[in-house]
């Protein structure tokens, strides 16, 4: 078991330009979280993935973002035409559907997104 | 909507003694869990402790336990004999289970604890 590897762990990007991250969860999880977290602020729900189907899509997510996991395995999620407001730690959690719901979500390092 | 309230931004504790951190949560459902997560600086974060909603005991895991009061809504996480590698962020976090479908977590805003040698 090694853990949630998020790739890269930093990225400054100019504002207008897309960014992509990756995310590879543990190998035997079929879900797959993202969050951002802001400076002061406790992590925010993005999207879901069970297997390679995104199932839920939160209403931060917009038009410019969008999250891929292509047979299930490892994640994308990329930001188009970056903002300011779209720096933030941008989390990875992944889990194992157990039964009565007893997943338990084990995080990523996280990637740090500075938008100039 | 769920929501998930943590009053305390800063807390300190010297070590070795006992601190308690608050959390609130506001839910209509009757089923769900309850977590509090550390994010050390710099460090990812890790699960320290899950109370399943449905278990009227309290959770612990070694020196960190929770008092769950279900009718209240509260839910504070209590760390006996302090070290100093507990000091990170705390958070509390919320997640329905919907009969074990997906669940996104609902954290709050976070508690720093510090802790004094």
């Known amino acids: 078991d090694t853990g949630v590897s998020q790739n890269p762990r930093h990225k400054i990007t100019k504002r207008g330009q897309n960014v992509t991250f990756r995310c590879d969860p543990i190998s035997e999880h079929n879900r797959l979280y993202w969050y951002r977290q802001t400076l002061g602020q406790g992590p925010e729900f993005l999207t879901y993935f069970q297997n390679e189907a995104q199932l839920e899509k939160s209403r931060l997510l917009s038009d410019r973002f969008s999250a891929e996991r292509p047979k299930g395995s490892f994640s994308t999620l990329e930001i188009q035409r970056t903002e300011q407001g779209d720096s933030a730690m941008y989390l990875c959690a992944s889990s194992r559907d157990t039964s009565r719901g007893k997943e338990t979500q084990y995080f990523g390092p996280g990637t740090r997104l500075l938008v100039l | 909507a769920q929501t998930v309230t943590q009053s305390q931004p800063e807390m300190s504790v010297q070590e070795a003694e006992t601190v308690t951190l608050s959390c609130t949560y506001d839910?209509?459902?009757?089923?769900?869990?309850l977590f509090w997560y550390k994010q050390p600086p710099s460090r990812q974060m890790i699960l320290v402790i899950r109370q399943e909603a449905y278990k009227q005991q309290n959770a612990t895991e070694n020196r960190f336990s929770v008092n769950f009061q279900k009718a209240a809504k509260s839910f504070s996480l209590k760390i006996s004999d302090s070290q100093l590698g507990d000091a990170a962020m705390y958070f509390c976090a919320y997640r329905a289970n919907y009969g074990g479908s997906q669940g996104n977590l609902i954290f709050g805003k976070g508690t720093k604890l510090s802790v004094k040698p």
């Open positions: 839910t209509s459902e009757s089923d769900y869990y």
